[in-house]
């Protein structure tokens, strides 16, 4: 069964750093795309960044610069890495495996739980 968890989100302040993480049971992270992608209160999905199979990170303009997505094989997780949050990053924050490297939410098929992110001003 595929599965994925989402874990790290937390409340901090603006201007700090976190890290996400996305642990895959099921089937090995390094065969697909994953994405993340984040959606705050009352507002759709949107894409945050993501990462293929052979370890290229693609970022939304609006995190270029400040977020980072990595791959551990071994532990079969995908990192997304924070820096300078600023309120504007509050969401709930998801992974999802996809087959290309898209923006869509439409086409990643296997979705976490999520994991919320709060950033206060």
């Known amino acids: 069964q595929v599965q994925f968890v989402e874990s790290g989100g937390d409340v901090v302040q603006s201007g700090g750093s976190l890290r996400l993480s996305c642990t895959a049971s099921g089937f090995a992270l390094d065969s697909v795309t994953i994405g993340w992608f984040r959606q705050a209160q009352g507002e759709e999905r949107e894409p945050v960044g993501c990462i293929s199979s052979d370890g290229r990170p693609s970022y939304a303009n609006s995190v270029k610069g400040r977020f980072s997505i990595s791959r551990d094989n071994v532990k079969n997780t995908v990192s997304l890495e924070m820096n300078s949050l600023k309120p504007e990053d509050t969401a709930d924050y998801y992974c999802?495996?996809?087959?290309?490297?898209?923006?869509?939410?439409?086409?990643?098929?296997?979705w976490g739980q999520g994991t919320q992110v709060t950033v206060s001003s």
């Open positions: 999802a495996s996809g087959s290309y490297m898209r923006r869509s939410p439409a086409d990643y098929n296997y």
